[in-house]
């Protein structure tokens, strides 16, 4: 008996194991796949892009301030007059009618295009930044529910495989108990760890699917076969200062929040403008017929120069100028602020990532351990030293660390990714996924220039 059950420990322990692989890393999909999909598919990945795309266009918006301004209009209408003399009355009907074009040009205006346009650059690379931001965190959020599956697929396999065990544990229990070499007692304690048992596996069960469900979220398509995957260790940085100072320098966050105070600083140039005075030329045309008179015609055309002088328009432009001095302040502490996100982050993920090397080497170490300690009591309990209890506790004990090495194991994997999300570096190049990368800067290109139009780039 000792060996059948020595052998379905042995058994669950290799189920597990190959739970965690799944299937052949050439049959799988890889992490690198996934994350892959996760790239091409997310829709949070995709409305940021959109955003951008969008936030490219104020970029042309600002460009048209430099652009003349056209308009055209016509006219047409009915005219009768009548004339009461001593000697009768005449009538007379007209059809006036007339067209005219008319085009501004503004010469300056207190150089608010020329800020504009600046303004509207730095929101651009501001977005670019928000968006590789979001790229770094999709591609966390990725390997998270990508590790997550694996890990409660390889829990699930172990739960199972322990109820097995503990199923027919309790059948040679109750033979024994027949033939009168265990008391009722033993058969009860059993049959409650295979309760216990089948609920752990109930749990299991129902984590599994919600991480599947993420899965789907996240990566686009339903988890199926999934290979094992490996820490990045080689993306570490050889020390805590280095990954900080890295991080401070190149962390999309950071580099947003930046372009976040020269939009600021821009938008306070701007509004200063309309205190300047502005210089405009406008040139007209127009021709009418039938006016004042059967067959008249008049044609004219003309040319003006405008200066506009503000002299005081009540205050408020001066209170905007000031509120947007303040929003510059502000947006100066969010670099502070980010800067300061970014640097517990980086250390938070260096303490983790060390600490789940030791939280592997530990949980191996404890499989191993309750193992032999399994095997031990088995034996002993075979010459009556040992209760039906304590083989019962050693083979929890031995599921249960089974279940810690797992979890370590993913928490390990995990703990790097996030180490290089928090620097900043967790992208589609850093990876070298095998994905056609976005450029954010082909549809900038496409609209930057365009003056005319109302199909995007992409047809819509």
Do not use: C
Request: net charge positive; glycine share 8%.
């Amino acid at each position: 008996m000792a060996h059948d059950v020595r052998t379905s420990v042995a058994a669950a322990v290799l189920a597990a194991g190959a739970m965690v692989a799944l299937q052949s890393p050439a049959a799988a999909e890889t992490l690198e796949g996934a994350l892959g999909r996760a790239y091409g598919n997310n829709p949070t990945l995709n409305a940021q892009r959109a955003s951008l795309r969008a936030t490219d266009e104020s970029v042309s918006q600002a460009l048209s301030g430099y652009r003349p301004r056209i308009s055209g209009s016509a006219d047409v209408g009915a005219q009768q007059d009548r004339t009461t003399l001593p000697g009768g009355t005449s009538t007379q009907n007209y059809l006036p009618r007339g067209v005219s074009l008319s085009i501004s040009q503004t010469i300056w205006n207190g150089n608010r295009t020329q800020n504009s346009v600046s303004q509207a650059e730095s929101q651009v690379f501001a977005a670019r930044e928000t968006l590789r931001n979001s790229e770094n965190q999709v591609l966390l959020d990725g390997v998270t529910a990508y590790m997550n599956v694996m890990r409660d697929t390889a829990i699930l396999g172990v739960r199972r495989s322990n109820v097995e065990v503990l199923e027919e544990q309790l059948r040679q229990v109750r033979d024994r108990f027949n033939v009168g070499e265990v008391t009722r007692t033993d058969v009860a304690q059993t049959e409650a760890q295979l309760a216990s048992g089948r609920s752990d596996a109930a749990g299991a069960e129902a984590n599994l699917r919600a991480s599947l469900a993420t899965y789907r979220q996240r990566i686009g398509v339903d988890a199926k076969r999934l290979a094992p995957a490996r820490p990045l260790d080689r993306f570490v940085p050889k020390s805590l200062d280095a990954g900080v100072a890295s991080a401070l320098r190149e962390h999309p966050a950071i580099n947003a929040a930046m372009h976040g105070v020269d939009v600021a600083q821009l938008n306070v140039k701007v509004i200063e403008g309309e205190l300047y005075p502005s210089l405009t030329a406008t040139g007209s045309i127009s021709r009418r017929w039938d006016l004042q008179g059967s067959d008249v015609e008049r044609s004219s055309a003309a040319i003006v120069g405008t200066l506009s002088i503000p002299i005081y328009e009540g205050g408020q432009v001066y209170s905007r100028v000031r509120q947007a001095k303040e929003q510059l302040g502000q947006q100066r502490i969010s670099v502070d602020i980010v800067r300061d996100q970014v640097r517990q982050a980086v250390m938070a993920s260096w303490a983790t990532v060390e600490a789940t090397k030791l939280e592997v080497s530990a949980a191996q170490a404890q499989v191993q351990a309750a193992e032999v300690a399994l095997a031990g009591v088995r034996e002993e309990a075979k010459v009556g030293q040992r209760t039906t209890l304590d083989v019962l506790n050693a083979q929890q004990t031995v599921a249960n660390g089974r279940v810690a090495l797992v979890s370590a194991q993913r928490d390990r994997v995990v703990a790097t990714y996030a180490l290089l999300s928090a620097l900043g570096r967790l992208s589609a190049q850093t990876l070298a996924l095998k994905v056609e990368r976005y450029n954010p800067r082909t549809h900038y290109d496409m609209v930057r220039d365009k003056f005319i139009g109302l199909d995007t780039p992409g047809g819509r």
